[in-house]
C-alpha cells in the first residue's frame, strides 16, 4: 500500500496518447487542440515535460 501513492506521481508525469481524458486534460490546460498533443506525444515520447514544452512552441 505505501508504494500506490509513488506509482501515481510517476503516471501523472507521462501523458497517455491513447487515453482520451489523458489527451483532452492536456489539450484544455495547454490551449492546443487534441490533435497536436497526440503528435507531441508521437514525436517526443509520453513525458509530459517534454510533450509541454513541445506545445509551448
Known amino acids: 500500500m505505501a508504494n500506490q501513492g ?3 506521481a510517476q503516471d501523472r508525469r507521462k501523458v497517455a ?3 482520451d481524458h489523458e489527451v483532452r486534460y ?3 490546460k ?4 487534441r490533435d ?4 507531441a506525444v ?3 515520447g509520453n513525458s ?6 513541445k506545445l509551448k512552441k
Do not use: T
Open 6 to 8: 509513488r506509482g501515481r
Open 17 to 19: 496518447g491513447g487515453q
Open 26 to 28: 492536456e489539450a484544455e
Open 30 to 33: 495547454m490551449d492546443v487542440s
Open 36 to 39: 497536436e498533443v497526440r503528435k
Open 42 to 44: 508521437k514525436s517526443e
Open 48 to 53: 509530459r515535460k517534454k510533450v509541454e514544452e
